[in-house]
């Protein structure tokens, strides 16, 4: 059974920084992704960026060059480092990991506030 769990949210001033991490237990050695969304109050989940166990990455635009994604493959982990936090990143964050099959995360809080 894969479990995935999500850390690190908090409160942060607007330019600030947070790193979320996010480990799936159980998802195997073989080819897999893992990513992470986000959904706002009253708006649909929305995709950020996900990785790869082997390290190619993708982004949304959105985020390129703010936020960056990389995976300890050996640890099932991936993290998401933020940057130059803005109110409007204020949202849940949630974790996913695939490996065929889509597993999710609880989601953790991020609010951007001063």
């Known amino acids: 059974q894969v479990q995935v769990a999500e850390s690190g949210g908090g409160l942060v001033q607007p330019g600030g920084s947070l790193r979320l991490s996010c480990t799936a237990s159980g998802i195997g050695t073989s080819m897999y992704f893992m990513g992470w969304y986000r959904q706002a109050p009253g708006e649909q989940r929305t995709m950020l960026a996900r990785?790869?166990?082997?390290?190619?990455?993708y982004y949304a635009g959105s985020v390129q060059g703010r936020f960056t994604i990389s995976i300890d493959s050996a640890k099932n982990t991936v993290y998401l480092q933020m940057n130059g936090l803005k109110p409007e990143d204020t949202a849940v964050y949630f974790c996913?990991?695939?490996?065929?099959?889509?597993?999710w995360g609880q989601g953790t809080q991020v609010t951007v506030s001063s």
């Open positions: 990785i790869t166990n082997s390290g190619s990455t």
């Open positions: 996913y990991a695939n490996n065929g099959i889509t597993y």
